[in-house]
């Protein structure tokens, strides 16, 4: 039955639309207007201090998009301005009903609903992801996340405590003030939707920066808030460089708590920029997730899976299941079939329907990805296909599978961030648990195995946020997403995530007699 069942999904794209979202693509636009390009401060759109911009490209083609505002320091000052004085007590937005916060969430989830195609154009634009992965899976999870934490702003409470004396005790969960937001260029609309709905739906005031090179889409969702219904202040986004705009909002005295999604170099920074005011900090960092594939389980399943973990968003998650560990009864298979599947991985126009992978998000990136796989074959690798650049225009790589990978090699040790498949074999479990743990990372994993026992106990031995079993990348917002080790440290969605944007007030009130 089991075996069925996954076989009905052996295929990716099917997977991943029956997953996220029923509704059937509409024919992508290319050329969709750029309409939002400038710092978004107080609910108006204004040019920076400096009247500096940066381009954002299109990885596609390496050309530029558009001309963008490029925040820095003193606009994030003005901007934490902006949001002290839309959290000043006695504010609207401090005495709205927290239903009501629920209300615009809904609005802005429900806008999001009608620009849906606008949006899912503008991202696969801007960051490269095919137009059906943009349509079908970044923006329904993204309107299902503020739906979500929505439905959290008025059951988010505290407690009352019975404690000895004549006394009435309670808590009060309390928003934390100002908070600083650094999203990544790989889920621009999904991870500003992850920060945000939790931040908005308890309350808080929010600076955010969206990354340099995917700027777009978050801009155009600061518009759709003001149009929901959001106070000026409420919501304020500095497009910008990290070192400049990241850094001034890591340290800015008056933000309270900053969240951060993105590399494990970049979040030790902002850990440490934080420190001076002790600010509250969250990190969503890198990962190298193993991925462990017993010989009991359905091989051609198991194959496919293990490629969508790899390959989906062209190998761009902190979560892709890059370090393949398959049971020696099983491996030279697996390692034929993984490599046919790779073979037959279509990369192209990411607006065309056919494509199932475009470009890396800009030519660093692909140039890490080249030098990653040449250390591969250095380093004694067995290339089975792909492991060069994919073209001559826009930042494009071949579908990438290695075998014979050995623990000790930098691709099986280095999150490669890109369309790499590395495959390793071993003999027995307590190897693999072993093996599958020794590293500095701990935010996914994976298993799959027909066998309930194995299951269990794999689940619960690997260093992970997460562990899917039979499974790979399945999300939603009621389910907490974060890291062991230095993938990060806090969790983000479900009720978990409510816990990294509210403070905890004890109120303890003299009375002159308590009656059970």
């Not at 994030?76 to 009903?97: C, H, N, Y």
């Not at 462990?292 to 299941?321: I, P, R, W």
């Amino acid at each position: 039955m089991l075996r069925t069942a996954l076989t009905r999904f052996s295929s990716a794209r099917a997977l991943s639309q029956a997953l996220y979202s029923t509704a059937a693509a509409p024919k992508p636009n290319p050329s969709p207007d750029i309409r939002c390009n400038q710092l978004f401060i107080n609910n108006e759109w204004v040019d920076s201090v400096s009247k500096k911009t940066f381009p954002t490209l299109n990885p596609s083609t390496g050309e530029v998009i558009c001309e963008v505002a490029e925040g820095d320091k003193a606009d994030v000052d003005i901007a934490v301005q902006a949001a002290k004085e839309a959290f000043r007590l006695g504010s609207p937005w401090r005495t709205m009903d927290a239903s009501y916060r629920g209300v615009l969430l809904n609005r802005l989830a429900d806008l999001m609903e009608r620009d849906r195609e606008y949006l899912a154009n503008l991202e696969t634009l801007d960051n490269g992801k095919p137009f059906s992965v943009s349509f079908a899976t970044d923006l329904a999870l993204s309107i299902k996340c503020y739906r979500y934490y929505a439905g959290w702003a008025g059951k988010n409470h505290g407690k009352t405590i019975p404690i000895d004396g004549d006394f009435f005790c309670y808590t009060r969960h309390e928003p934390v003030g100002v908070c600083g937001q650094i999203i990544p260029w790989n889920f621009p609309l999904l991870m500003q939707a992850w920060k945000l709905g939790p931040a908005l739906s308890t309350g808080n005031v929010v600076v955010m920066k969206p990354a340099e090179q995917t700027p777009l889409t978050a801009l155009y969702v600061a518009q759709l808030a003001k149009e929901a219904g959001f106070p000026p202040g409420v919501l304020n986004l500095i497009p910008g460089y990290g070192p400049t705009a990241g850094a001034a909002i890591a340290e800015h005295p008056e933000i309270e708590k900053v969240a951060f999604t993105g590399s494990t170099e970049v979040g030790k920074i902002i850990q440490r920029s934080a420190a001076d005011n002790l600010k509250r900090v969250t990190l969503e960092l890198g990962g190298k997730s193993p991925n462990v594939v017993f010989a009991d389980t359905d091989l051609d399943y198991a194959v496919e899976k293990s490629h969508f973990g790899l390959f989906f968003n062209m190998g761009q998650c902190c979560c892709a299941g890059s370090r393949i560990y398959v049971e020696d009864k099983v491996y030279d298979e697996f390692v034929r079939r993984s490599t046919e599947r790779a073979k037959r991985r279509t990369v192209g126009n990411p607006f065309d329907p056919n494509s199932e992978q475009g470009p890396q998000i800009d030519e660093e990136q692909m140039n890490k990805i080249i030098e990653l796989i040449e250390s591969g074959k250095k380093e004694g690798a067995t290339l089975n296909c792909g492991g060069d650049r994919a073209g001559d225009r826009g930042y494009f790589i071949q579908p990438t599978v290695f075998s014979d990978v050995q623990d000790g090699m930098r691709i099986n040790n280095e999150e490669i961030f890109g369309p790499v498949q590395q495959i390793a074999r071993f003999k027995d479990i307590d190897e693999v648990v072993e093996r599958a743990n020794l590293n500095t990372y701990g935010l996914a994993a994976s298993v799959f195995t027909s066998n309930i026992d194995k299951a269990i106990y794999m689940a619960n031995s690997l260093r992970g946020g997460t562990v899917w079993v039979n499974t790979y990348d399945v999300f939603d917002a009621a389910a907490p997403f974060g890291g062991f080790k230095q993938s990060g440290s806090g969790r983000e969605l479900g009720e978990y995530g409510l816990e990294a944007y509210t403070e905890v007030k004890t109120v303890t009130i003299r009375i002159p007699q308590k009656n059970a």
